[in-house]
């Protein structure tokens, strides 16, 4: 019992370090910039974390493995096809509601605060499904919606109207996109006040949120299209699935402290390109150290 507990003890330094240093990050020199000027690489940036989501590409391969036993690439591109649009679509859908909220009430001095509170806390929970997953609170997906989606699956499997494959696709893909949107809410919730903030014109607000939406879906259709081209099975591992929420839970702690204490560091590409390093960094040494301890007891992450 005592090497568990110091080994607890151990993490909960490791992760007090890690804000620490990101904060020190954070508190960058300042250049008097205005992040309007590099809004591009900003969401390029952002929508590029932000498409690493772990719980969208646990769904999208479980859903795939079990197409896979069709041996047809057709309706594995169509399925997979038609989930990738409907996951753009609704994010686009979710990031436009939450962007004319923001607007109206851009008046409200403490909108940015709790804002970043929120965004802050959605990567404390990412962090503790790494080291805690199944207790507490969660964003990920449940086993229960693991299990709907399987049941929708094999139903598809048994479609042969490719009408019917399309219009039951797009369906189970909006109610898969519900799980999603619960799991990584941090990262559109950042990017939507950052948009919010800067008094630009109608158009360009959308046209910055299609960008945002085109970038984010496509690792999810990078995998589609290696599902179908290989026939082979890719199903993420709950390993692999806590590693990115860590990393994606430091990122948006990161990003909601810079935003508070110092928001011209989205100003310079090389200090928030610093910012993405230090989370990379705290990451790995995070995974190294906490793995480490857990197979010297005989035990492995997933379990």
């Known amino acids: 019992m005592a090497p568990q507990i110091a080994w607890r003890l151990f993490a909960a330094m490791l992760i007090t370090s890690s804000i620490v240093s990101i904060v020190g990050f954070a508190w960058a020199h300042p250049d008097g910039g205005n992040p309007g000027e590099n809004l591009l690489w900003l969401t390029f940036m952002i929508a590029g974390m932000d498409s690493i989501n772990p719980c969208a ?35 686009f859908l979710f990031m436009a509601a939450i962007l004319n909220v923001f ?9 940015i605060p709790l804002v970043m509170a929120a965004v802050a806390a ?9 080291f805690a997953h199944g207790r507490g609170p969660s964003l990920g997906a449940s086993e229960k919606s ?33 799980y999603e949107l619960a799991c990584t809410p941090g990262f559109p919730l950042y990017y939507t ?58 990122m948006m702690i990161a990003l ?3 935003m508070l204490l110092r928001p011209w560091v989205f100003t310079s590409l090389g200090e928030t390109l610093q910012l993405i390093a230090a989370s990379v960094a705290v990451t790995l040494l995070t995974i190294l150290a906490y793995e480490r301890g857990l197979s010297r007891h005989g035990r492995k992450l997933s379990l």
Request: hydrophobic share 55%; net charge positive; charged share 15%.
């Open 57 to 91: 590409f646990y769904i999208l391969t479980f859903l795939l493995s079990i197409l896979i036993y069709a041996k047809d690439r057709v309706r594995i591109l169509l399925v997979g096809g038609i989930f990738v649009l409907v996951s753009g679509l609704a994010y």
């Open 193 to 250: 006040s950052l948009l919010s903030s800067l008094g630009i014109g109608q158009l360009e607000y959308y046209l910055y949120l299609i960008l945002y939406n085109v970038v984010y879906v496509l690792p999810m259709l990078g995998i589609v299209l290696i599902f179908a081209y290989t026939l082979g099975r890719m199903r993420m591992s709950e390993a692999w699935s806590r590693r990115i929420k860590l990393f994606s839970g430091y």
């Open 146 to 178: 693991l299990a709907q989606v399987g049941r929708s699956a094999r139903r598809l499997l048994r479609m042969s109207s490719l009408g019917a494959l399309a219009a039951e696709s797009a369906a189970l893909a909006f109610i898969v996109n519900i």
């Open 256 to 258: 909601a402290i810079s």
């Open 122 to 130: 959605t990567g404390a929970l990412n962090v503790k499904d790494y």
């Open 103 to 111: 607007r109206i009430l851009s008046g409200f001095s403490l909108l």
